[in-house]
Nanobody
Framework: QVQLVESGGGLVQAGGSLRLSCAASGSIFRINAMGWYRQTPGKQRELVARITTGGSTNYADSVKGRFTISRDNAKNTVYLQMNSLKPEDTATYYC?????????WGKGTLVTVSS
């Protein structure tokens, strides 16, 4: 089994920054990619940013230029630096790990951006 533990969420004013972290542990064999998704009540979970083991990244259009995903392969940890936060970024952010065709999820961390 794979465990993902997120940290770094909280309350921030619009224009501020937060850094999310996600550490993976357990049955880690060959990670394909790690990433961050977010979800608000009544809406589908959406991709925010994703990074492969090789370092390739992709971002949602809404966060390009403001968010940066990075990864420490040795520590099986992924980070999401979020700058210039907007109220519409308010959501529960979930860490995801892709391994052998299976997606694993963290429990989520709440990010609230006040206007």
């Amino acid at each position: 089994q794979v465990q993902l533990v997120e940290s770094g969420g909280g309350l921030v004013q619009a224009g501020g920054s937060l850094r999310l972290s996600c550490a993976a542990s357990g049955s880690i064999f060959r990670i394909n990619a790690m990433g961050w998704y977010r979800q608000t009540p009544g809406k589908q979970r959406e991709l925010v940013a994703r990074i492969t083991t090789g370092g390739s990244t992709n971002y949602a259009d809404s966060v390009k230029g403001r968010f940066t995903i990075s990864r420490d392969n040795a520590k099986n940890t992924v980070y999401l630096q979020m700058n210039s936060l907007k109220p519409e970024d308010t959501a529960t952010y979930y860490c995801a790990l892709e391994q052998r065709g299976v997606n694993y999820w963290g429990k989520g961390t709440l990010v609230t951006v006040s206007s």
